[in-house]
């Protein structure tokens, strides 16, 4: 049963540390997604790349976070400095096409927590 | 901006009734997914829709898709318990796999 898995579950950190959430994608899958969702604003997507190649980050702030693919089966969301604003859920989610469309298949998401 | 309105929010129901959810904009979607997201857990895709006019079962679950491809809805005969859970639509505008999602419908059933 192929998932998509992510580390950490939880985080809790202060604010300025580093926070780095990783993700493996479901092997095959050629895009993958990141995702941030809170109580306000729902479901939001931060980033997502296909082949391992960004092509669109427009939804991260930019200062602060940044989404990586060192390889086909690891993806990156770090951010730094964290800021109490940045607790939420966040997502990973991968996809792939099937008939025109895809489908995405989402983690279990990394519930970061900064006081 | 693309959005996609869910209604309603939230809904609270006893075991055994009907329901629907809908999920509409005034934009064309070249395909439309609903996910259910139970807490502490990622959404877990139920359905994709593509073609206008499409419906789609999946058990007690009834899904379809407007016939301007820009509204979906889900009807839920005869709801259980195991039911409940953030119910969420989300439209693939045709960008390469980019899904504007919902803000979700909370449905809780109770015994």
Same mark, same amino acid.
């Given at each position: ?14 604010m300025g540390?580093?926070v780095?959430?990783r ?10 997604f990141w995702?941030r969702q809170?109580? *306000?604003?729902?479901?939001e +997507? ?6 391992r190649?960004?092509?669109? @980050? &427009? ?9 990586? *693919?060192?390889?086909?089966? +690891? ?5 730094q400095?964290?800021e109490p604003? @940045? &607790?939420?859920v966040?997502?990973?989610a991968?996809?792939?096409p099937r008939?025109?469309?895809?489908e ?5 998401g ?6 | 901006t ?6 309603p929010?939230f ?7 009907n329901?629907?959810v809908?999920?509409?904009s ?7 997914q ?16 593509v073609?206008?006019g ?9 899904f379809?898709f407007?016939?301007a491809r ?5 009807h839920?005969t ?6 409940t859970?953030l ?5 693939d505008?045709?960008?390469?796999g980019?899904?504007?999602?919902g803000?979700g419908?909370?449905l809780?059933?109770?015994?």
């Amino acid at each position: 049963d192929a998932r998509v898995t992510q580390t950490p579950r939880h985080k809790v950190t202060e604010m300025g540390q580093e926070v780095t959430m990783r993700c493996q994608p479901i092997l095959g899958h050629n895009t993958v997604f990141w995702y941030r969702q809170t109580m *306000m604003q729902g479901l939001e +997507l931060l980033a997502y790349f296909r082949n391992r190649a960004p092509l669109d @980050d &427009s939804g991260m702030p930019k200062d602060r976070f940044s989404a990586e *693919m060192p390889d086909a089966t +690891l993806a990156t969301l770090k951010i730094q400095p964290s800021e109490p604003r @940045d &607790s939420a859920v966040y997502f990973c989610a991968s996809g792939h096409p099937r008939g025109g469309f895809y489908e995405q298949y989402f983690g279990p998401g990394t519930r970061l927590t900064v006081t | 901006t693309q959005l996609l309105e869910q209604s309603p929010q939230f809904l609270s129901i006893q075991e055994g009734e009907n329901l629907t959810v809908y999920c509409n904009s005034s934009s064309v979607f070249s395909s439309l997914q609903w996910y259910r997201q139970e807490p502490g857990e990622g959404p877990v895709l139920l359905v994709t829709v593509v073609t206008g006019g499409e419906v789609k079962k999946l058990k007690r679950l009834t899904f379809q898709f407007g016939d301007a491809r820009k509204d979906s809805s889900l009807h839920i005969t005869a709801a259980q318990t195991g039911d409940t859970g953030l119910y969420l639509c989300a439209g693939d505008d045709n960008q390469g796999g980019k899904l504007i999602f919902g803000q979700g419908t909370e449905l809780s059933v109770k015994p």
